[in-house]
DNA sequence: CTGAAAGCGCTAACAT
DNA sequence: ATGTTAGCGCTTTCAG
């Protein structure tokens, strides 16, 4: 019985429940609940008042297979946990906010084989358009996207190939950009820390532009610390202490994200270290709650209200384009790294 | 245009093609694509070679039409930036993914008139089920929840009315409880820090527990301090700073949230007082991201991942019940207060 | 094990 | 300004 509707016993109301009671065709009901074509005031009135008195509520399913038209936006991100993709859906939503449209989310909990069900799942619905984070998709998924036959966005990251329309920022660029900061800085023994999981490429490839940028400047990365399982300030204090027992004569710590980073300011601070100037610290991924720490971390904003925005304006538009946006991630300097 | 699917031009595939391109009828086809009734394993075969090479996607509108199931639960939140939201469709997500059933999420941005036009735009969709956050509705949103005919459930709070099943914590008690328990550890000279927004129901009802707890003990609140806007590391911060300079000799600091407690924790280190001697400090909600702080502050468990858990089984049963479901919440001394 | 017919509730297109 | 007709793509039901 599961996922039985309406509960058996109790059939929905119909149009042609509505037409009866207003003494109308189902046509025009149909009509007046869509605010289509001309309508005597009377009529409207009556009809109104019989779909009111009744409690109806319209059948979108039944509207849409007429109609061929539905007003849901499918939106696929990695998780709900990491505050960073509420932060793309709320661009995302101030946008489709001015339209008809409405989004619909699906976890891919960092899942390639569940990303792939997720995006199917809701092609099957036949959305007017369809986000999907990261550029990393099953050979299935990417042959979905495409042939969609609706406008499709792949937002966050510009490093590798997207399958149709993109929005977002090079992470691998800003990865080097940050070393680039730190290097111009003076700092010289430098450790990354960052999750140990394969599956947030975005990191990864961070890491890799931050390694590029260090090279470049003739400088080797003087030690890694990674962790399992999630971010937040307890990690980001454990990695912490680990890599500064290891490597005590370490300036300057670059993390892969700004949670774990204030976790390592926290416990550099009881330490008693002088920020910048005997250790510097950066992070990524500037998040207004951590505002009013003790130092502002050195962040890179990824922009993840502007990319939510960017890629709803797409659909927004039944753009089915394949443009590459990219924006350009800023650097804020804060307060734990030395003046250049 | 908008929302027009598919893109006109592209005609989407249907189980006719599929069922030319493997020889058999619509129907064999459909049996097949849902695992329903015998099948040769040579036609089914073919039919999965069809599909597959076709790039078929089934149209779940129509099937939905035809069978009147729709395997989508109906989820309205007032946001995904609260934390204690997401958490909330952790715990629903973690049972519906034992099912065929999947969450559909919408936000009301704490608004009932937009949450009423939510529960309206997704009950037209006849989900197999609705969960909706808060007991505070419109009349129009309460009668279509209760005329749904389908299973519904409130989260998050029991004090109130509900229109059928709900599940969640008294937060009034909750704030009665941590009155006590403070009153119990000494403290005299206290101060409510929380939102000035009306809307946040449940932060009004454990102040008002609160404050009732404190005058049951002959206790009354010394101060107050109100924000607007969102909480946070500077929220917190910034009430901390205002209501102590208002009123120095207060001896505990209770906060709406654990955010803004963490604002004010960080705060009050700073300024060298001798926590939880001098002063004590708790908060609401219980955040893993905070497990590293300097101190872990006093809270309570507001249990939103239970809550989720337990309103998606009753979604999953199928269970039009009307029962409430009363969690308690728990109290988490950490070392922000003194011992009892 | 497979197929044919009927229709889910609504809307596009065409009347009037 | 309103009504009529014919499906949308699928599943249910009933036949074989």
């Known amino acids: ?75 696929v991100i990695p998780s709900l946990s990491n505050m960073v993709f509420p932060e793309v859906l709320t661009g995302i939503g101030q946008v489709l906010d001015e339209t008809e449209l409405q989004p619909v989310i699906g ?40 042939a969609a036959g609706v406008p499709v966005v792949e937002v966050m990251d510009l490093d590798g190939d997207p399958v149709a329309a993109a929005v977002g920022i090079s992470h691998f660029e800003a990865g080097r950009a940050m070393a680039q900061e730190i290097v111009a800085r003076g700092y010289r023994r430098i450790g990354y820390l960052g999750s140990s999981s394969m599956s947030d490429h975005r990191a990864q490839k961070r890491q890799a532009g931050f390694e590029k940028g260090l090279s470049e400047a003739g400088v080797a990365l003087a030690d890694t610390c990674f962790y399992a399982g999630v971010s937040g300030f307890g990690t980001g204090r454990g990695m912490t202490k680990e ?6 004569d370490l300036d300057f710590l670059y993390y892969n994200t700004d949670m774990n980073a204030a976790g390592g300011l926290l416990y550099c601070l009881e330490q008693g270290f002088d920020i910048p100037n005997q250790i510097g610290l950066a992070g990524f991924n500037s998040f207004e709650v951590l505002d009013g720490l003790p130092m502002r971390i050195a962040t890179m904003d990824s922009r993840r209200t502007d990319i939510g925005r960017s890629a709803a304006e797409i659909i927004a538009a039944n753009a089915l384009s394949d443009e590459k946006i990219e924006l350009i991630p800023e650097f804020l300097e804060g307060n734990t790294v030395r003046s250049p």
């Open 107 to 146: 976890t891919s909990q960092y899942g390639l084989e569940r990303e792939e069900t997720v995006i199917y799942e809701m092609l099957s619905w036949r959305p007017a358009g369809l986000i999907v984070a990261g550029l990393e998709h099953t050979d299935a998924a990417r042959a979905m996207m495409a």
């Open 1 to 75: 019985m599961r996922g039985r509707n309406p509960f058996d016993g109790k059939p929905q109301l119909t149009l042609r429940d509505v037409a009866e009671q207003a003494g109308v065709s189902e046509m025009t009901v149909s009509r007046v609940l869509r605010n289509r074509g001309d309508v005597s005031e009377r009529t409207r009135a009556r009809v109104f008042e019989a779909a009111r008195s009744l409690g109806y509520v319209p059948n979108k399913i039944a509207g849409a297979l007429a109609s061929n038209r539905v007003n849901l936006v499918g939106v």
């Open 243 to 248: 890599i500064l027992e290891r490597t005590p």
